[in-house]
């Protein structure tokens, strides 16, 4: 059985009660809807050996696959409807015969098309979308007689593989390899950062060591020996040298670890930087590298988001937490064993409310931690709205909007208020009433210890240690607290930067992929069907050939998918079936570098980089020289604007710099793609924001240098293409015509009605109508 | 004119709608069908024998245009599910090219049986299994993994982004949208039993 899906079990046996050879169906496809519509399970397997189609709900159904045909799906908004025509048994499709005129063959069509009833096979929901229209393909393809093997590239799409370990991916789409991601912990991940520094780590333990060390001894010094020896009366060492030796020890020994803190500090700091650096400087390659789909499902705030705060999260982690903790576990922990041996009775009594207090962290922690992290999303959704408002400024003022905005933004910002005070009134909870139980152990420390002092059990030497060290195994509780909680804040942040980094992107060079280095230009879609959003189909099966040197122009309204084939010829997404090739190679087999080198596009959105305008047309070629940058320049109709600008080429445009306006933006981005002299030019509406003029002065420019080159004009115009030798029309996704400009005009079809429009619009214009 | 067909055509410089006669009777791609009212004297809605929705449209001029199958669309789905419905050819590849009929301003205006028959292809469209308990949720690597019953049956469903995939509206319906783009709600957040709505409300 060919790869798709299984059938259970269930469905096994249901169909061979029903008499069904089982081993020799050809596909399976599994519906997660049952035929009520609700979640359920029905099973479609087709059979060519029996050529037939068995539907398992229930029952089970069969249908012959000549009286059940063009099977197609209504794409509904979150669920998919499977209906197809099912014609009375041994109704059989016309076949053409020569001695059949074709009006004959159509009316013959026409009558076999009614007598066929539109029927629903299945529902199923967008999670079977893609196996859906696999089996779509699959099922036309068997009902037609044609073979398809475990080897089809169709399936290919369900087995991406993790580069790294080879393994399936659980998901398709995620692209994230839990066996690659889990081998390595998020924290020994993180901890990867620091391997570098190994003379800094071993000099920051040396100090978290020392000043252990310290603060372990000091209160015996200040304590036991200032008092019991040297102060008390019975003291063995009640000399007044004495009492200057302790006191310089005492002081000796804050300065040693304010020395050592400072060495500890400086250390972490020379690490946790560079630490940073590398951790910023990995997420943004990360995105970089990752597919144009990413980003249209990401909004930037929260990209910026990710890059700036999660790296920072994960450096405070590093400098203001591990250490400490280390520091604190220790004390901790030599505390409790010194102060046993001690008194282990008045020990017992400062460990009595540990458990009280790990048992008020445990139950009221959490609630914490769930209001820092809404607080952090209400903080992102803060950026967020900034972001879109600034960025939409012009809209906000030209539709006079500035009090709506600022109430939006507002009700953010009140929210994000409440986000953060309902976690400071929960804090507020616990922190003080934790607090206040320490404070009552610790006086009834002084009370118990002082009544042993007067019992003459313990010197007041010992209690005083006693009490200094009682502070120090409170301290650290505190913290151990708080870092729980910075743990998993950190570890989120971690999470999120290496979700990124391990996200595979959709469109990576096949391992075998090959340099093209002289691209030619030639150019064939094959079937190519390809959306953004499973239930909006854009391309429908369009297949077309440009060879080398073609001007072609493609029309159609807006949103019928000329912009998405300009997309696909760059591979900024992968098609969804079919296949396009550039010079008789899969642009899959074709290095992505290489492919995009040789293709050079001018889209409707430009974006102009910081920097002087020289750069911005140098972006696609950096080591491009002046005379060409000023070519490049002139060809796009740009160098008299540039000239008139303060400092030339050297003007700083870009984000805070002067601004360039529309036409002008426009011209740098047709002189950014010209520098780069492809094999491949596609604009994309490149002059529709020019005048007439304008717009002439550069395609003649443009016809220049395109020659022998492929061109692809998308324009609304048709005076833009005037040029172009061959036309192609789309129409909802569907290529309708292609022709030279004679040819489509004789033909009076699609393009012949857009000129007529065109030209009868001109002529009312003209005519003053 | 027979055929009254209207293109909108917009231009760079001009822009501008204006009228365009059809040429003959076959439509293609400039022509569109204008939309009209439906109301119950001019649409009747049947079940196709193969369990489609299917109506008779009767025109001004009196005679009638047959649809075997038509698809309704909300233009509200959210807020005014039973209003402004839009009447639609399939978009297939024989069979139409998805556009508009004619919209239904009431639904209520049309009797129960027609009523009836279009709210379940709706239901179908609007696929929206309310929640009724989350059995677990459980986020790892920036997705929500959410086990749960709905009033569809029991479902697992994987959210990425889950600031976003969420949207609350002001009656405290809530939208869950999955990684696939199927949609789940929660009809009454405050209905919902303690434990499941804890899982989620961080995220709200």
Known sequence: ?769 | MQNKYRYMHHDGRHGGRFGFGGAGGDRSLFEKRVSIALHPQNAVFLRSPGGLLSMTLTKEDGSTEQFERVIPVRAFPITDPDSFICIREPDTKKKGKGEEIGMIERLADFDEQAQALILEELSRRYFTPAIKKIHSLHEKFGYLYFDVTTTAGRSEFVMSNPSGSFRTLEDGRIFMYDIDGNCYCVQNPEALDKASLKKIEIYL
């Open chain 1, 1 to 769: 059985m060919l790869p798709l899906d299984k059938l259970s079990d269930h469905a096994l046996q249901a169909l061979s009660d029903a008499g069904v050879d089982t081993e020799h169906l050809d596909v399976a496809f599994y519906m997660d809807l049952g035929l009520n519509a609700n979640f359920g399970q029905v099973y479609l397997a087709i059979s060519k050996q029996d050529g037939k189609l068995y539907r398992v709900a229930k029952d089970v159904e069969s249908f012959s696959l000549g009286a059940l045909t063009d099977p197609s799906i209504d794409n509904f908004t979150t669920t998919n409807r499977l209906t197809a025509t099912l014609h009375p048994e041994g109704d059989v499709a016309p076949e053409k015969t020569e001695e059949m005129t074709d009006e004959e063959f159509g009316e013959l069509k026409k009558a076999y098309d009614a007598r066929g009833q539109a029927v629903i096979v299945g529902f199923c929901t967008n999670s079977c979308k893609r196996k859906l229209l696999a089996f779509l393909n699959i099922w036309e393809r068997l009902a037609r007689g044609d073979e398809v093997g475990e080897e089809d590239p169709i399936f290919e799409q369900f087995f991406a593989k993790c580069p790294k370990c080879g393994k399936l991916f659980d998901d398709p789409l995620r692209r994230i390899c839990k066996n690659c991601t889990n081998q390595k912990g998020t924290l020994r991940r993180l901890l990867g950062y620091f391997s570098p520094f190994k003379l800094q780590l071993v000099l920051v333990s040396l100090c978290l060591l020392g000043s252990t060390a310290i603060s372990l001894i000091s209160p015996y010094i200040s304590g036991k020996m200032l008092y019991d020896r040297v102060i008390s009366p019975n003291g063995d060492m009640r000399e007044e040298k004495y009492v200057y030796i302790l006191v310089g020890i005492i002081v000796a020994l804050a300065l040693l670890s304010l020395f050592i803190s400072i060495v500890q500090s400086r250390c972490n700091a020379y690490m946790s930087t560079q630490v940073t650096k590398r951790m910023k400087n990995d997420i943004f390659r990360a995105m970089n590298r990752l597919s144009l789909s990413y980003f249209n499902n990401q909004p930037t705030g929260k990209l910026i988001n990710r890059v700036n705060y999660d790296a920072e999260k994960v450096r405070n982690f590093f400098i203001n937490g591990v250490p400490y903790l280390i520091v604190h576990a220790m004390q901790f922990i030599g505390l409790t064993i010194v102060l046993m041996i001690l008194n282990p009775w008045l020990t017992l009594m400062i460990l009595l409310p540990v458990p009280i207090i790990v048992l008020i962290f445990k139950y009221r922690l959490p609630h914490l931690w769930r209001s820092f992290s809404r607080a952090w999303r209400a903080s992102s959704s803060l950026t967020g709205v900034l972001n879109d408002s600034l960025s939409g400024i012009r809209v906000v003022k030209a539709f006079a909007k500035e009090e709506v905005e600022t109430k939006q933004f507002y009700g953010y910002s009140t929210k994000l208020m409440q986000a953060n005070l309902r976690s400071n009134l929960i804090a507020l909870s616990i922190f003080p009433v934790i607090s206040l139980i320490i404070g009552v152990f610790g006086n009834m420390v002084w009370g118990v210890g002082g009544l042993q002092v007067i019992g003459k059990q313990m010197t007041y030497g010992d209690l005083s240690m006693f009490v200094s060290y009682m502070g120090m195994v409170f301290a650290p509780l505190n913290f151990f607290s708080q870092f729980t909680n910075m743990l998993t804040d950190t570890l989120n942040s971690a999470q999120r930067m290496f979700e990124v980094q391990d996200m595979i992107p959709d469109i990576t060079d096949a391992p075998d992929a090959v340099e093209l280095n002289d691209i030619k230009g030639n150019i064939e879609f094959k079937g190519v069907g390809f959306h953004y959003t499973p239930n909006r189909p854009i391309l429908k099966d369009v297949s077309f050939t440009i060879h080398q040197g073609d001007r072609i122009g493609l029309v159609g309204h807006t949103g019928s998918g000329k912009s998405t084939i300009a997309n696909l010829i760059t591979r900024m997404y992968d098609v969804v079936s079919g296949s396009v090739t550039i010079d008789g190679v899969d642009i899959k087999q074709i290095k992505g570098t290489s492919l995009r080198s040789g293709i050079a596009i001018v889209s409707q959105e430009i974006f102009i980089f910081r920097g002087t305008i020289a750069d911005n047309i140098r972006y696609g070629k950096p080591d491009a020289t002046i005379e060409e940058v000023i070519a490049a320049a002139r060809a796009a109709n740009a160098h008299d604007f540039i000239m008139a600008l303060p400092e030339g080429y050297e003007t700083m445009v870009g984000i805070g710099s002067r601004s360039l306006s529309g036409g002008e933006r426009q011209r740098v981005s047709i002189a950014r793609a010209l520098l780069l002299d492809p094999a491949i030019l596609i604009l994309d509406e490149a002059t529709a924001a020019m005048d007439t003029e304008t717009e002439h002065q550069i395609s003649t420019a443009i016809d220049k240098l395109i020659e022998g080159k492929t061109s692809i004009s998308i324009a609304h115009r048709l005076s833009t293409l005037k040029n172009c030798n061959y036309i192609m029309a789309l129409e909802n996704g569907e290529l309708v015509e292609m022709g030279t400009q004679e040819e489509l005009m004789a033909k009076e079809g699609v393009y012949h009605k857009l000129w007529t429009l065109q030209n009868e619009q001109m002529t009312k214009v003209m005519e003053g109508k």
